[in-house]
């Protein structure tokens, strides 16, 4: 990179075509949140469903996120949702990485027919929780990654109430 001052340094930058995340929240007010092993954390989290955006290997173009949201919703929970809300969007890990994460409320949710079902890298369990345990849960430390935590964060805001501590 050349800074402003014309010096130039050499950064190491992890390419990454973009994600989604979606706070899905099921008819009694819970939210479904994935358990998967994740070998960088060295432990299993508990997740708000995500994936990555899929890039077209002819073109090159990324995939809507909108589209990839409802396919990740299916794959991991099994479940399709009649209304989508577009919350936010943030970079990830702006000072080494281009990802770039769309963060959705998905409600109104039923079951898939044909389910999609997970990527074949994925072991996940689904988890229902209460959504107002849910927030608890990141407030006592045991939601620890970001998309969740921001995610949940954002349903309480928009619920108006915390967790329970």
Request: hydrophobic share 45%; net charge negative.
């Amino acid at each position: 990179v050349e800074r402003a001052d014309g010096r130039r340094l050499q950064r190491d930058v992890a390419g990454h075509p973009g994600a989604v995340a979606i706070v899905a929240l099921d008819a009694d007010a819970r939210v479904l949140l994935v358990r998967q092993w994740r070998h960088p954390a060295g432990r299993a989290l508990l997740e708000i469903p995500a994936g990555t955006l899929d890039r077209d290997p002819a073109s090159g173009a990324t995939e809507d996120p909108e589209v990839a949201a409802r396919r990740e919703l299916e794959e991991e929970t099994g479940c399709r949702a009649g209304r989508w809300e577009r919350l936010a969007d943030f970079w990830t890990a702006p000072g080494f990485a281009t990802e770039r994460m769309f963060l959705y409320l998905a409600t109104d949710l039923a079951p898939a027919a044909g389910n999609l079902g997970p990527d074949e890298d994925e072991a996940l369990e689904l988890v229902r929780l209460a959504w107002r345990e849910a927030v608890a849960a990141v407030e006592r430390g045991e939601i620890r990654d970001a998309k969740s935590i921001i995610g949940l964060l954002w349903l309480a805001r928009r619920l108006g109430g915390r967790g329970a501590g």
